[in-house]
């Protein structure tokens, strides 16, 4: 079995900062991609963030140079930096890991609320 579970979401005013956490956990015997996606109500599911095993990243236009994606492959585990954060960035934040073991294929975790106050 595989858990994929986030964490570090909260409330926050304008111009702060929030990181969130997400790792895998279980029978895993390779990740590949691991990525943030995000819901806002009333609004489909988009991509914000992704990171490929070797490192290479790619954002979303609205988060460029104010959201930093990482990933400690160690750990099983992605990282979103958010800075400088918006009203607009308020959403439900999930996490979607690419797994190779007991079970394979793309995974999503359970998300994570991002509510920023103006």
């Known amino acids: 079995q595989v858990r994929v579970v986030e964490s570090g979401g909260g409330l926050v005013q304008a111009g702060g900062s929030l990181k969130l956490s997400c790792a895998a956990s279980?029978?895993?015997?390779?990740?590949?991609?691991m990525g943030w996606y995000r819901q806002a109500p009333g609004k489909q599911r988009e991509l914000v963030a992704r990171?490929?095993?070797?490192?290479?990243?790619n954002y979303a236009d609205s988060v460029k140079g104010r959201f930093t994606i990482s990933r400690d492959s160690a750990k099983n585990t992605v990282y979103l930096q958010m800075n400088s954060l918006k009203p607009e960035d308020t959403a439900v934040y999930y996490c979607?890991?690419?797994?190779?073991?007991?079970?394979?294929?793309?995974?999503w975790g359970q998300g994570t609320q991002v509510t920023v106050s103006s």
């Open positions: 990171i490929t095993s070797g490192g290479s990243t």
């Open positions: 979607n890991v690419d797994i190779v073991g007991v079970v394979t294929g793309q995974l």
């Open positions: 279980g029978s895993i015997f390779r990740i590949n991609d």
